[in-house]
Every structure is written in C-alpha cells, then in structure tokens.
C-alpha cells in the first residue's frame, strides 16, 4: 500500500471540493441569507487540510489496485463528512448525523432528504447540495483526474473503483484524457438542459437546481412538490428526456460523436435499458388508467416521467405513486433494483448486469439440456470472460446480502415492512424516494439516528457498487504484501 500517495491525493480530493464550494459561496453572497459565513468557513478548513495532506512527499506516485480502491472509498468518505460543514455551520441542518445523511445522499446523487420544508433554506445552502449532487455523478475522484496535472496514467485503478459498472474501459489511450472526454460530454448535456428549462419559462436559479438533479441522476429540488410544483408538461417532458440520456452509457455518446452509429443502435445494453422503460410505462399506463387518471394522455404523462426517475434513479416526482395500484407500485420496485446502464450516471445494479445475468440463466438451462454442449455468454457479438460473469454473480449476492442486512438494521425502527425495505432499496441504489413514509411525499425525517448513519452508508456503498467500502473493513487490505 502506498499511504502517501493515499493521503496525498484525499488531500487534492479536498481541495477540489473547496474550489466546488465557490460557487455556492457566490450565490449565498447574491441573496444573502445568512450562510455566506458557512461557506467561507468550510472553504478555509477544507483548503487548510487538503494543502497539508498535499504537502506530503511520496516516495513513488505509482498507485495500485488496493491504493485505487482505498483513495475512492476514503475520499468519498471524507467528501460526505467535510461536505456536511455548510448544513452544520449554517444551522440549516443542525444534527450532526442528519447533516452527514444530507451529504451523503447529494454526493452519492440519492437524493433522498431529511428536511421536511426545502423552500425555507437559504439558496446557498440549497445550492451546494445540488452541485454536490452534480459533482458526485460524473466522480469527484474522475475530476480529479482530469484537471490536476500530476495525476499520472496509471489511476486507472482509481477509474475502475469509481465508476458504474462491470468495466468502464478506456476511449482513448491515456485515462486522463478518457476523462476529460467524461466530464466533457456531461458539462454539455447539462448545458443543453439548462438552456431548454430556460426556454420553458424556468428561472435561471430553478434551471440550474433541477439540471444539476437530472444529470447526476440525483434529484434534489428546490421545491417542496418536485418537478410537479411547476405544473408543465414541457418542462416535465424536457426532463423525463434528459433524464433518460443521462441513464445511457457515456461510451456510447462518444462512439456517436465518433460516427460509430451503427454500434450504437446495435448494443444491446441500450436495447434492453430502452425496452424496460416502454414495457414498464405500457404495463403502469395500463394498470392506473381508468383507475388513479381518468384521461389516457394524462396517465402516459406521469406514468412515462415516473418510470424514467425511478429506472435512471434519479428520484424527481410528479406524482404520489404510493397511492398507485399495487401492480404498478411492485413494477417500481424492481426498477428500483435494475436501475439503468453502466457508464451513466445512475445508480441500481445496471441494465448489463441484469441482461448478462439472464444470458447466464439461460445457458445453465441449455446446459441441463444438453449437458455436452459448450455454451458461451456473450454481449454485442463478443464473449464474456468467465471470470467476469463470476464478477456479476459475486455482486449480485453482494448487493442482496448488503440489503438484506440494512434492512434488518432498519427493521428496528419498528416502521412498516413496505416503508423500511424501501427506504434501504431508495438509498443503496441512490433513488431517493420509496414507498410509504419515505415516498414522493414524505422523507427520511422519521428514522432513528442509528438507522440513518446506515442509510447513510449504504448511499455510498451504492454508488461505488459495494467493494471499495466493504474492503476498508477487511484487515488483510491493509497489511503490506508485495504487490
């Protein structure tokens, strides 16, 4: 292990996030309400210790696979801790551990909340957790990578711990310039989004919230009711759009750029990500019509954003579906568990895992059919290495065993099964929303200090897809060992 090189670079990770706090800063010192002082604040103690850690000399930059793992874990630890301040400082968040929970959920883009009157809050404050959510979509680490000059080629192994998915591969050969490309792509796309909510009719302010919330797939709000407290079908549409495009592998954005449209159209997780969302809004309009909306367009347009926020995992409402059919309620539910692609910015286990979990089923079937036959799995064309689709099976257990024991933890709070099982489902897969109490209307207010510092853990454990986090806690991680 290199632990120089950890803390050095926890030490650059912090001053990335003093530098995102400006912002904030800035617009707290525009409307001037009272959370200026937070801000300048937290600035100073993240800039004094994220110069200090930086100060560190290294005796080798190399970093590897173990040293890649421990900076994510630990730097989106100390992210969510020192991102806390501004919500503690301020007094807008006066409990130490429902502020860390607030942290949590808008760096790991949950979105999921303990404030029970957000339109309250100075706009500074309610700034920062949206930029905090946009930061933590894309990676803070990822940026981290693509601006800071010392950073070398071989953190990929930092990539690799970061981003969603199985792989998230290379476009180009040096990761660095693989990340810019990244942030690149996801600045524009949050431009564009920007640019038609203003088009709308939003305020440049509400504009900037809700783009920020949809293409971190995070969903915060500066509104009480959502996306529904505007009332508008254009801005609703523009959003349940965007919300889709940021739940697409960003590969396949820059195979597009690159003119490779044909293996685009042609790849499969696509296909399967885009075939969930229309069978499960078909299945909802036609369970609620008639039923909770009395007009045929009326239930295609809630059902339609509802289904795009729940499989993007971005946890935006124009509806109450806890008063949904229970059909339609159970089809959210396993969209909750299947999120969308690899490679976005959503959250869930990811449409490939799924799809290639489901070509594993399948040979083991033919398998028993024909017990001589070589069967392979393969995905666009290509075979899947064994030791990947053991990868998919060793986190799908992972996944199911980490909800399993929060939601025994949870369980405590002697809430009902539908709201607590839910709640651990909305933060491991980074939703926001439930059922129950912690629906669309309602929040995590209500649970115990204990079962928040779970959920808040289990925000992060989702959004870096469990190992990172879970390997902080294995003592053999941390002994030295020749490499």
């Given at each position: 292990m290199n632990y120089r090189m950890i803390f050095k670079s926890l030490g650059s990770v912090l001053c990335i996030e003093a530098v995102c706090m400006v912002p904030s800063l800035l617009v707290s010192i525009i409307y001037s309400q009272g959370d200026t002082i937070s801000f300048l604040l937290s600035i100073m103690i993240l800039v004094s210790l994220g110069l200090g850690l930086r100060r560190i000399k290294t005796i080798t930059n190399n970093i590897y696979a173990r040293d890649g793992f421990a900076i994510v874990a630990l730097g989106w630890l100390s992210v969510s801790i020192f991102g806390a301040l501004p919500f503690l400082i301020s007094?807008?968040?006066?409990?130490?551990?429902?502020?860390?929970?607030?942290?949590?959920?808008?760096?790991?883009?949950?979105?999921?909340?303990?404030?029970?009157?957000?339109?309250?809050?100075?706009?500074?404050?309610?700034?920062?957790?949206?930029?905090?959510?946009?930061?933590?979509?894309?990676?803070?680490?990822?940026?981290?990578?693509?601006?800071?000059?010392?950073?070398?080629?071989?953190?990929?192994?930092?990539?690799?711990?970061?981003?969603?998915?199985?792989?998230?591969?290379?476009?180009?050969p040096r990761i660095k310039?693989?990340?810019?490309?990244?942030?690149?792509?996801?600045?524009?796309?949050?431009?564009?989004?920007?640019?038609f909510l203003l088009v709308g009719g939003m305020p440049l302010y509400d504009s900037l919230i809700h783009a920020f919330g949809t293409a971190s797939t995070g969903g915060f709000s500066n509104r009480n009711a959502s996306v529904g407290?505007?009332?508008?079908?254009?801005?609703?549409?523009?959003?349940?759009?965007?919300?889709?495009?940021?739940?697409?592998?960003?590969?396949?954005?820059?195979?597009?750029?690159?003119?490779?449209?044909?293996?685009?159209?042609?790849?499969?997780?696509?296909?399967?990500?885009?075939?969930?969302?229309?069978?499960?809004?078909l299945l909802i309009v036609f369970n609620t019509y008639g039923s909770v909306f009395q007009s045929l367009g009326e239930s295609i347009r809630y059902t339609s954003f509802q289904v795009s926020s729940i499989i993007t995992t971005t946890g935006y409402a124009t509806a109450d579906f806890t008063l949904w059919p229970a059909f339609s309620q159970a089809l959210l539910v396993i969209l909750m568990f299947i999120g969308a692609s690899a490679g976005s910015t959503a959250g869930g286990m990811k449409c490939i895992r799924i799809l290639l979990l489901f070509k594993i089923i399948k040979r083991e079937v033919i398998k028993i059919i024909h017990p001589r036959s070589v069967q392979t799995v393969k995905i666009n064309g290509r075979i899947v290495e064994e030791e990947i689709l053991s990868g998919i099976m060793t986190f799908f257990f992972a996944y199911i065993a980490v909800f399993t024991a929060s939601v025994i933890i949870v369980s405590l709070d002697n809430k009902d099964l539908v709201s607590?099982?839910?709640?651990?489902?909305?933060?491991?897969?980074?939703?926001?929303?439930?059922?129950?109490?912690?629906?669309?209307?309602?929040?995590?207010?209500?649970?115990?200090?204990?079962?928040?510092?779970?959920?808040?853990?289990?925000?992060?454990?989702?959004?870096?897809?469990?190992?990172?986090?879970?390997?902080?806690?294995?003592?053999?991680?941390?002994?030295?060992?020749?490499?």
């Open positions: 007094g807008a968040v006066p409990s130490v551990i429902d502020a860390l929970f607030e942290s949590a959920s808008a760096f790991s883009t949950t979105g999921a909340s303990i404030i029970r009157e957000i339109e309250g809050l100075p706009k500074g404050i309610v700034f920062w957790r949206s930029f905090a959510h946009w930061m933590g979509g894309m990676g803070v680490l990822v940026l981290m990578i693509a601006i800071l000059p010392s950073v070398k080629a071989n953190t990929l192994h930092i990539m690799k711990a970061e981003s969603p998915g199985p792989d998230p591969g290379k476009f180009v310039q693989t990340a810019k490309i990244l942030y690149t792509i996801y600045v524009i796309l949050t431009a564009v989004q920007v640019i407290a505007y009332g508008s079908v254009y801005i609703e549409t523009i959003i349940t759009i965007f919300m889709l495009l940021f739940g697409v592998n960003f590969s396949l954005y820059y195979a597009f750029l690159k003119g490779n449209i044909k293996s685009v159209l042609r790849d499969e997780e696509l296909r399967f990500y885009l075939g969930t969302v229309m069978i499960a809004i607590t099982a839910t709640a651990v489902i909305a933060c491991l897969s980074n939703i926001g929303p439930g059922l129950g109490i912690v629906g669309p209307a309602g929040n995590f207010a209500d649970f115990s200090l204990t079962s928040k510092a779970v959920l808040s853990l289990c925000m992060i454990i989702g959004r870096l897809e469990i190992y990172p986090i879970l390997l902080l806690f294995a003592p053999t991680f941390w002994k030295r060992v020749n490499m």
